[in-house]
């Protein structure tokens, strides 16, 4: 268990505890904080460029067909989906 401390207990305030380099250093190995920092350069990319950032599967596809993705990120509703078609 780690303690940690934010300005208030709503579920936004979570950005605001993982941002700690304390509370990062201790989860340094953790895929948490892989991820965490996978979707910081993501908003930061979308915030400075965005006409990088693509949403729908044929935009992703043809990004992909072209070797233009570094990172994919991808919803736990696609990913979880019952749909073999949709995962």
Do not use: C, W
Not at 21 to 29: K, V
Not at 75 to 87: G, K, M, P, W
């Amino acid at each position: 268990f780690i303690l940690a401390h934010s300005s208030s207990g709503y579920k936004h305030d979570l950005d605001e505890v993982l941002k700690d380099p304390g509370i990062q250093s201790r989860l340094a190995d953790t895929s948490a904080l892989k991820e965490v920092n996978a979707l910081n350069k993501f908003l930061m990319m979308l915030n400075n460029n965005s006409e990088k950032a693509f949403y729908s599967y044929n935009h992703v596809k043809a990004a992909l067909d072209q070797g233009a993705i570094r990172t994919l990120l991808i919803t736990d509703s696609l990913f979880r989906s019952n749909n073999i078609q949709t995962r």
